[in-house]
């Protein structure tokens, strides 16, 4: 059984930074971050393989988010800079534990265990 915790959410204002971490408990391979706004479907954010050197993002946060992973920890961390307001959203963790570790898992269907979210709001 794995379990995920995110923490790290919060208010900030735009232009500033976050950084989302969540807890892993239990074997994973690769873990994604989603995220989801008000009246909006989840989203895939970014996700880290299993030995935390092979990452991607999706476009609209590449170049502000960066994803790093220590095995050492059980933790994935999310810094994120540059926020805007559209970055608000609540923010998961999720992991894969079925091994898909050669493909780019964006789609929700492709985790099987989450988080309970964190949120994060950025004021403009």
């Known amino acids: 059984q794995v379990h995920l915790v995110e923490s790290g959410g919060g208010l900030v204002q735009a232009g500033g930074s976050l950084r989302l971490s969540c807890a892993i408990s239990g074997p994973t391979f690769t873990i994604g971050w989603f995220r989801q706004g008000p009246n909006m479907d989840r989203e895939f954010v970014a996700a880290?393989?299993?030995?935390?050197?092979?990452?991607y993002y999706t476009d609209s946060v590449r170049d502000r988010f960066i994803l790093s992973r220590d095995n050492t920890k059980n933790t994935v961390h999310l810094q994120m800079h540059w926020l805007r307001p559209e970055d608000t959203a609540i923010y998961y963790c999720?992991?894969?534990?079925?091994?898909?570790?050669?493909?780019?898992?964006?789609?929700?269907?492709?985790?099987?265990?989450w988080g309970q979210g964190t949120q994060v709001t950025v004021s403009s």
């Open positions: 999720a992991a894969d534990t079925r091994d898909y570790e050669g493909a780019f898992l964006v789609r929700p269907n492709d985790y099987n265990f």
């Open positions: 880290i393989d299993r030995s935390g050197e092979r990452d």
